[in-house]
Nanobody, 120 residues
């Protein structure tokens, strides 16, 4: 069984920063892409940023220049550094991984989500 566990969410004032972490654990052979998605109330889930095994990244236009995604392959961990946060960044942030286990390849796994609230 494989699971993703996120941490680092919380309440922050506009202009502040937060760092989200997501650790993958279980019968993992290797991890392909990892990413962060978010879902605000009444809106669809959207991609925030993603990173490949080799470190290639892409992110949503709305967060470019403010958010940075990174990963530590040795720790099966992906991070999202969020700076200059805005109220419109308020959402539940979900970690996502495309990985290979001993039993399946290209298995997509989601974390349980962590709430980020940007408010004064």
């Amino acid at each position: 069984q494989v699971q993703l566990v996120e941490s680092g969410g919380g309440l922050v004032q506009p202009g502040g920063s937060l760092r989200l972490s997501c650790v993958a654990s279980g019968s993992i052979v290797s991890i392909n892409a990892m990413g962060w998605y978010r879902q605000a109330p009444g809106k669809e889930r959207e991609l925030v940023a993603a990173i490949t095994t080799t470190g290639s990244t892409n992110c949503a236009d709305s967060v470019k220049g403010r958010f940075t995604i990174s990963r530590d392959n040795a720790k099966n961990t992906v991070y999202l550094q969020m700076n200059s946060l805005k109220p419109e960044d308020t959402a539940v942030y979900y970690c996502n991984a495309d990985l290979n286990t001993y039993f399946r390849t290209y298995l997509e796994v989601w974390g349980q989500g962590t709430l980020v609230t940007v408010s004064s």
